[in-house]
Each structure stands twice: as C-alpha cells, then as structure tokens.
C-alpha cells in the first residue's frame, strides 16, 4: 500500500484544531491540488474562497449553527459552484450561454466540479499532516453568507472545509460494508441482503459508539439516518437556487 492510500484511508473529520495557523505555502499548494482535480468539459466551474478575515469567520460560524471549529483552526476554505466566470468568458466572444447555464446540467456540473476539487484540496491536507472537517451549516443561511462572501449571481457557496493541525483526533467511524456500496454490472437489489447486512453494521456502530462514549451513547446507523432525514431541513434550498440564476 502506498502512502497516497494510506492517507485516504486514514481519513476521519477533525474538529479540534491548534491556534497554529497554516503557512500560506501550504494554503497555496492545497488551492494548487484542489485546481488538478478532474473538471467536466474543461470548465472548471467552481470557486475557492480562502477566510482569514477573523471576524467573517465569527460570521460564518453563527450562520453554520455556532461550530467554534469554523473560528478556531488553521484556514477556512469556502468552496462555490461558479457559472458566472463561464458567461464572462462566453462574453468576449458575444456568445449567449444563459440557456446552458440555467440548465440541470450546468448545475450538476458545477456541483460536481467543486466537490472533485474539494476532495483533492482534503487529500493534499491531510498528507500534510493536517486535518480537515467539512461544513455543510453554511447551507443553514445562503442568503446571508452570499452577502457576506460578496458572491454574484450564479456564484453559490456550497460547503467550508476547517482545516488546520489536530489538536485531537477521534477514532475513525467505520463505513457501511462494501456489499452494499459496491455492485458490479447492476445494482443488487435483495432487500433481505441488505436487511441482514445492515443489522450487522447497526452492531458494528453501536459498539463504536458505546466504546467512544464511555457507555453514553447508544446509536445505530439506520437510527441515526433516520432521525436525521425524519426531519426535513432547507427547504428553501430550492426557490434560493433558482433566485442565484441555477436551475431556471
């Protein structure tokens, strides 16, 4: 196994930090990995922006649901899907591509291109010895981080990435088995497998949790999923996307 597999597989969300801030060398050579990651069409629609302004990252905080590691880390990676660099492009050619970039697919593209770029910027990291964590609450309130990242239309922040030396790191989370993310030539779909497979890892994770807790917390999977997704949240997701000039 080599050490690139070693880092991947090694990978568990870090959410406590030391005030050691990350050199900018390493912020660039992270910016420079997330850019050399795959991009659909060569189009590249995505976006970083790099926080260092203290009190934006206070904002930010608040407006991801009060995670004191959005503050308190290394550097703070905002990551976009950004279709508005491709209509200025398009523009010094007179070529109308609103239709394009109102599509599904643009949108699509978009997300993926920043997601790639994203899990190329978390690799780099960590094979630095840094540790990341990825925040999804800055979805809470769009509006309000789009104001404050000064985003223009058909720019949409979709995540943070904390990053920064760990200052603890937890015991890793282990994964769903393989037989039921991985299928080969269709997708398996024997109800009673799956039944089976994933009462064998809701034990798996109960024991995670119990050992990690000291006994405070028992926990499925197919529990906690369900709390999760029992409860509907950003159902304003949609209209806002479509109010930043995606999915028209």
Same mark, same amino acid.
């Given at each position: ?79 976009? *899907? ?6 200025? *492009? ?23 291109? *920043? ?134």
């Amino acid at each position: 196994m080599n050490t690139t597999i070693e880092t991947i597989l090694n990978h568990r969300s870090v959410r406590a930090f030391t005030e050691e801030a990350v050199p900018q060398a390493d912020v660039e050579i992270i910016v420079e990995a997330a850019q050399a990651a795959s991009t659909s069409s060569f189009l590249q629609a995505y976006s970083i922006i790099g926080i260092t302004d203290q009190e934006k990252k206070k904002n930010l905080a608040v407006l991801a649901g009060s995670q004191s590691y959005v503050v308190e880390n290394g550097y703070f990676f905002v990551f976009c *899907a950004d279709l508005y660099r491709l209509e200025q *492009a398009a523009e010094q050619h007179n070529t109308n591509i609103l239709q394009t970039t109102e599509s599904t697919e643009a949108y699509m593209i978009s997300l993926i291109d *920043a997601a790639l770029a994203a899990q190329n910027a978390a690799i780099a990291a960590e094979s630095m010895g840094l540790g990341i964590c990825y925040i999804g609450g800055i979805r809470n309130n769009l509006k309000q981080v789009c104001e404050l990242l000064q985003t223009p239309e058909r720019v949409l922040p979709l995540f943070g990435m904390a990053v920064g030396y760990p200052k603890q790191i937890e015991e890793q989370k282990p994964r769903l088995p393989k037989e039921l993310i991985f299928h080969e030539n269709y997708y398996k779909n024997d109800k009673g497998n799956i039944k089976e497979e994933l009462q064998r890892y809701d034990q798996l994770i109960a024991d995670y949790y119990l050992n990690r807790t000291n006994g405070k917390k028992e926990m499925t999977w197919t529990k906690q999923v369900s709390n999760t997704l029992e409860r509907s949240k950003r159902l304003y997701l949609n209209e806002f996307v479509k109010d930043r000039g995606f999915l028209n």
